[in-house]
């Protein structure tokens, strides 16, 4: 075909021709109006075309941070984070972090690392080392962490003495504490031990069972022979232990 389609001109044409061969019994029902108004576009329906998603090749504008929150940053996070770093234990110590008011931390005055009312921990460490660098000027950040860290130590061994000394007093005038945890884990220890000593004789027992078996095998073959020193050394050894 060329620039125009005609092929719908001739479907009345092509219609007729066939009811005057009777080829079809009976004229179509748009075999009228298609002879007084014939179609001006193709009857045959195209493919349509298929859609597919372009992959952009540019790259993808980073959105934009005009509605984002700014982030807060306080002089006391640096501090923190190389307290806890260097005392990552200490994080796993339970604390209270309820409040009364919300103004609990107003009265406290950190000229000394212990205050009434809270307990000496980490966030204490980290408040002491503020107010000498801010109260002292001639102290710097590292002098004021060591102070603030050898407070912060005496602190602790005062609460272990004290803890020491109260359950002493307790275990005299008849209380029982229990098992401690070096004691738990000295049994878990011996527990150990104890199997490993049943599981070294039987090795030991398979062992002195392979030598008589093994002393006529010849010397291409890799044997256990008793004249080893290593060999008798480590029996020796196993046997020592197993018989203690």
Not at 144 to 167: G, T
Not at 236 to 241: K, Y
Request: proline share 7%; aromatic share 8%.
């Amino acid at each position: 075909m060329g620039k125009y389609d005609f092929r719908p001109q001739r479907v009345h044409h092509a219609a007729t021709r066939l009811l005057g061969t009777e080829r079809l019994a009976n004229s179509p029902s748009w075999y009228n109006i298609i002879g007084v108004v014939p179609p001006a576009q193709t009857l045959v329906r195209t493919q349509p075309l298929e859609h597919r998603d372009r992959i952009r090749k540019s790259k993808m504008k980073k959105p934009s941070k005009l509605f984002q929150p700014r982030t807060i940053v306080y002089p006391e996070d640096r501090l923190r984070r190389e307290f806890f770093g260097d005392h990552p234990w200490e994080l796993a110590r339970p604390r209270v972090v309820l409040e009364n008011d919300g103004k609990d931390a107003r009265p406290l005055a950190w000229d000394k690392i212990r205050q009434p009312g809270r307990p000496v921990d980490g966030e204490s460490v980290v408040q002491r080392q503020m107010w000498l660098m801010n109260e002292t000027n001639n102290l710097s950040k590292e002098r004021a962490y060591d102070q603030a860290r050898q407070e912060f130590y005496n602190a602790r061994l005062q609460e272990n003495v004290e803890r020491r000394v109260a359950k002493e007093e307790a275990m005299a005038c008849g209380a029982y504490f229990g098992k401690s945890s070096l004691q738990v884990g000295m049994e878990l220890e011996d527990k150990e031990y104890e199997r490993w000593k049943e599981w070294a004789s039987k090795e030991y027992e398979v062992l002195a069972q392979q030598q008589p078996s093994q002393a006529g095998l010849g010397s291409g073959d890799a044997a256990l022979s008793p004249d080893d020193p290593d060999i008798a050394g480590a029996l020796d050894e196993i046997g020592s232990q197993i018989t203690s």
